[in-house]
Each structure stands twice: as C-alpha cells, then as structure tokens.
C-alpha cells in the first residue's frame, strides 16, 4: 500500500484520456455489464441528491470491476445555469481506491472525464446504428458534451454538412427539459445519440419520436428509473448498448433508432483506470 493519492486536474486528465485507448475499453466493459454477473461488476443506479434553491443535483456513481480491479465512484454536479453563465452546467471528480486495501490511489477531474467518456459511449452507438450510408450529422447545443461529441464523431466518421432534416446522425446534448427533437423533423433510418434529459421529468425527444423508433440504452435500470424520454413516453426499451455488442439482440441500422444515454459509473471508472496507467507510464 502507497502513500499520497496521485492528483490530476483537468488539463492533465484531457492531456493522457484518448479515444482511442477509450473506445475499445467502454465497448468491453458495457459488453461485460449487460451480463449482469454480479461477481464481476457492481454499479448501483445513481443516488441523486436534489439541490431545488439552486437548480442543481448532485450524483453520486460508483463501480466496482472485479476482474480490472478497479473501485471508484465519480461525484457529478449538474445545474440549470441561467443564459449567459460562465460556469460549467457540469462538473465531477473522480476517486479511484486500492480494491484490497481501500485507501484512495487517486483523485482525478472528472468533467474531461465525463465529456470524452459520454461522447466515446455515443460514437460507439453510431458505429452500431447509424445508416449504413452517413452524410449528414446534425448536433444540438453547444456546450461541453456538443464540443466532445464534435471532436470525436468527425474523428471517427466522414460528414459532409450538418442539419436536422436530413440528418442520418442526430446528437442531443442540451440542456433542455421539453422536447427539442421532434418526429417530423426525423429521417427515417436516422441514428439519435440522445445525451441530456437525465431527470425523470425531463424530455429532448418528442412522444411520437421515442414511440416510433428502436430504442437502445446504456443501462435499462438506470433508463427506467432517470429517463424523463422514456418514463413519460412509455417508449420500450429494445436493449442495451451491451446486449447488442454481446450478439444477444440486434442493430437495427435499416430502423430510425435511439441511443438514450445516461451515463453510467463503470463508463468512468474504466476512464479513470486509463488515466492512471498512462500517468503511472510516465512516472
Ligand atoms: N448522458 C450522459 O452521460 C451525460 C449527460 N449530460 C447531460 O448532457 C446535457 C448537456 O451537458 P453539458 O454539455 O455539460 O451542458 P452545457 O450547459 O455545457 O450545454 C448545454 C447546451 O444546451 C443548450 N440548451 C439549453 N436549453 C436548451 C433548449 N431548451 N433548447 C436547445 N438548447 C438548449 C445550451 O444553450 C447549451 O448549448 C445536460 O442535460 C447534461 O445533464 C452530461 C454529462 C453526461
Ligand atoms: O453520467 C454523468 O456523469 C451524468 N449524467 C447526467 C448528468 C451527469
């Protein structure tokens, strides 16, 4: 057992997270969750703690992977800034602990985190559905998630313009608690990673739209217990992100799908886990 926890802020967890250490690693352990042995991985739904004067929550996530050994929990503040603000509407630290001793081995930013490791998760539901033909991809709103999922779907995939009516990739990462996406606007065929609307009365996607299309999840129990989209239109939930990378259910590529992204525990603790390893190399 060591000493001091290793820190690292922001710029440094930006500097040693890549997608393409991230990806492969996010589709094994979503892979490895959606068997639900509980031997292997242990991620409760996230406890979130209303903070109503101020428009805010705060949530708490951890996980633990037996087999990488990797314990870790994420603290994520998320609030409804007024136009104009200065302050990220999303901020998070990350704690990863020695599995057999418990002490704390580092402490980590965690809104670097949360951007690549959201927009890796939904580049990886593109790869999966989107129109085997892609031209076009379309992203609503502008702040951390927008500018993340920006960088890494023109990484991975070639786009010619952007647009919502005609759109064969829609990306969702707003603020916004009534529906911004709604079914006539929608390509049939065309892939929605949906990212924001994580409270259970809050909605980016029309009724007519959840109802219509396939729609895929990080986590089902986290989907029915956090997705205003889901809860309120009834939509069912097809499978999860997991369950498709396992061969169990399929991709419906040639159907208008939904990603419905919450965000998930062990998505950041494999993050974490990769950060680290790449600080440690250095040192
Ligand atoms: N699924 C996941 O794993 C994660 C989801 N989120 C969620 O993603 C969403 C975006 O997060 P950030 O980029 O950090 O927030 P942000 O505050 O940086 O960006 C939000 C964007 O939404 C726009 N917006 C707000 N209300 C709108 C409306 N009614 N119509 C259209 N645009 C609107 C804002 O102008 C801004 O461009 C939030 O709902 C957040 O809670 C955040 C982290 C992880
Ligand atoms: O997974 C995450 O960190 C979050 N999901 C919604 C807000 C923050």
């Not at 929990?73 to 104009?84: H, I, L, N, P, S």
Request: charged letters at 20%.
């Amino acid at each position: 057992m060591s000493g001091s926890p290793v820190l690292l802020n922001k710029h440094e967890v930006e500097r040693l997270l890549s997608y393409d250490d991230l990806i492969p690693r996010l589709e094994s352990v979503m892979a490895k969750f959606s068997k639900r042995d509980s031997s292997e991985i242990i991620q409760p739904v996230r406890s979130v703690v209303p903070i109503q004067q101020h428009s805010g929550f705060l949530g708490v996530m951890p996980a633990y992977l037996a087999a990488e050994g990797i314990l870790c929990t994420k603290m994520v503040t998320f609030y409804q800034r007024a136009e104009g603000s200065s302050l990220p509407s999303t901020q998070a630290t990350v704690l990863l602990f020695h599995p057999e001793h418990g002490n704390v081995t580092a402490i980590m930013d965690g809104e670097a985190i949360t951007a690549k490791r959201t927009a890796a998760v939904s580049a990886i539901s593109a790869k999966l559905f989107k129109p085997a033909l892609s031209e076009v991809l379309c992203i609503l709103g502008s702040g951390q998630q927008a500018r993340s999922h920006y960088d890494v779907f023109t990484k991975l995939f070639k786009f010619k313009e952007e647009a919502v009516i005609g759109a064969d990739v829609i990306v969702t990462a707003t603020g916004a608690s009534q529906p911004i996406l709604f079914a006539e606007w929608v390509k049939p065929g065309a892939h929605i990673a949906a990212v924001g609307a994580c409270r259970p009365d809050w909605r980016e996607l029309d009724d007519v739209l959840m109802r219509e299309a396939v729609v895929y999840v990080d986590s089902r129990e986290g989907a029915t217990a956090e997705s205003g989209d889901i809860i309120l239109s009834g939509a069912e939930v097809f499978a999860e992100l997991g369950e498709v990378l396992n061969g169990c259910f399929p991709a419906q590529r040639e159907k208008t799908t939904v990603f419905k992204s919450l965000g998930m525990g062990i998505q950041d603790a494999v993050s974490a886990k990769l950060v680290l390893e790449k600080w440690n190399s250095e040192h």
